[in-house]
């Protein structure tokens, strides 16, 4: 977890790139293209997140993460699933290894946003793993944040490869002018700690999560690069306002 914002299925979306792809080779980090954003500055997960999902193909090659937020509905990054067919698209959820453990369940719908870089994806199956609340709002500018993914570790785009085990990084909510090309109402722009970790390639569509009585609830969604660097975790990062998406979430999912 390079940290670099596994956003980054497309450094971007904003950038034109996507953080998305990362795969198991090495190549091109998690956005897009595969390129899945890594993070980079982080380290290995301090827990097992029972909704963490590692959205991969159906050979098991990694390119973006997502949420559980029922048991059989992720939400993602649009720039991860565009263009994917539903069954191209395999999820192995509840686990820090991105090749074993957990449950494994194929794609039956996806569904995007008509224009905001967010996309459900509908299993085939229902999982057992406990899905993650949806937050009420993301929260203020300063709110104490965290971000997992499995996107590259090293901040240069293709640098290498997704990591096996899940990363996890410690941030915080930053003010929108701090991240380039935001759209305050439904995005929120994410720190990158010490100017050097942050989401990365294959870090893409996985969660921006913050703590409410104890326990893990859902803000975000990583998108892209709040700056115009193709490397990784130069700057803020931009997540997708999940909060902001409720009652689209809703119209498909049901209530969250």
Same mark, same amino acid.
């Given at each position: 977890?390079?940290?670099?914002?596994?956003?980054?299925?497309?450094?971007? +979306? /904003?950038? $034109? %790139?996507?953080?998305? *792809?990362?795969? &198991?080779?090495?190549? =091109?980090?998690?956005?897009?293209?595969?390129?899945?954003?890594?993070?980079?500055?982080?380290?290995?997960?301090?827990?097992?997140?029972?909704?963490?999902?590692?959205?991969?193909?159906?050979?098991?090659?990694?390119?973006?993460?997502?949420?559980?937020?029922?048991?059989?509905?992720?939400?993602?990054?649009?720039?991860?699933?565009?263009?994917?067919?539903?069954?191209?698209?395999?999820?192995?959820?509840?686990?820090?290894?991105?090749?074993?453990?957990?449950? +494994? /369940?194929? $794609? %039956?719908?996806?569904? *995007?946003?008509? &224009?905001?870089?967010? =996309?459900?994806?509908?299993?085939?199956?229902?999982?057992?793993?406990?899905?993650?609340?949806?937050?009420?709002?993301?929260?203020?500018?300063?709110?104490?944040?965290?971000?997992?993914?499995?996107?590259?570790?090293?901040?240069?785009?293709?640098?290498?490869?997704?990591?096996?085990?899940?990363?996890?990084?410690?941030?915080?909510?930053?003010?929108?002018?701090?991240?380039?090309?935001?759209?305050?109402?439904?995005?929120?722009?994410?720190?990158?700690?010490?100017?050097?970790? $942050? %989401?990365?390639?294959?870090?893409?569509?996985?969660?921006?999560?913050?703590?409410?009585?104890?326990?893990?609830?859902?803000?975000?969604?990583?998108?892209?690069?709040?700056?115009?660097?193709?490397?990784?975790?130069?700057?803020?990062?931009?997540?997708?306002?999940?909060?902001?998406?409720?009652?689209?979430?809703?119209?498909?999912?049901?209530?969250?």
């Amino acid at each position: 977890m390079m940290k670099v914002r596994t956003l980054l299925t497309a450094f971007a +979306v /904003a950038a $034109g %790139a996507a953080l998305a *792809t990362v795969g &198991s080779a090495a190549a =091109a980090p998690t956005t897009d293209g595969g390129v899945t954003p890594y993070i980079v500055g982080g380290g290995n997960a301090t827990q097992v997140y029972s909704f963490m999902v590692s959205l991969q193909s159906t050979s098991g090659s990694h390119f973006c993460g997502g949420s559980l937020i029922k048991a059989n509905w992720v939400v993602t990054a649009k720039h991860c699933v565009q263009g994917r067919s539903a069954s191209s698209i395999r999820a192995r959820i509840g686990t820090t290894n991105r090749s074993s453990g957990g449950s +494994v /369940a194929t $794609g %039956a719908q996806v569904v *995007t946003h008509p &224009s905001y870089d967010i =996309a459900l994806v509908r299993l085939a199956t229902n999982v057992t793993q406990a899905p993650i609340v949806v937050a009420s709002a993301s929260g203020a500018t300063g709110t104490a944040t965290r971000i997992i993914g499995w996107g590259q570790t090293c901040a240069p785009r293709g640098c290498g490869g997704a990591p096996v085990t899940l990363q996890e990084l410690n941030t915080s909510i930053v003010a929108d002018g701090s991240c380039q090309g935001i759209s305050g109402s439904y995005e929120i722009c994410t720190s990158n700690p010490g100017g050097r970790a $942050g %989401a990365c390639y294959g870090d893409s569509g996985g969660p921006q999560i913050k703590q409410v009585g104890g326990a893990w609830q859902l803000i975000g969604a990583t998108s892209r690069a709040g700056n115009s660097s193709s490397t990784c975790a130069t700057g803020p990062s931009i997540y997708m306002d999940v909060p902001a998406f409720r009652s689209w979430i809703s119209q498909y999912a049901g209530a969250v």
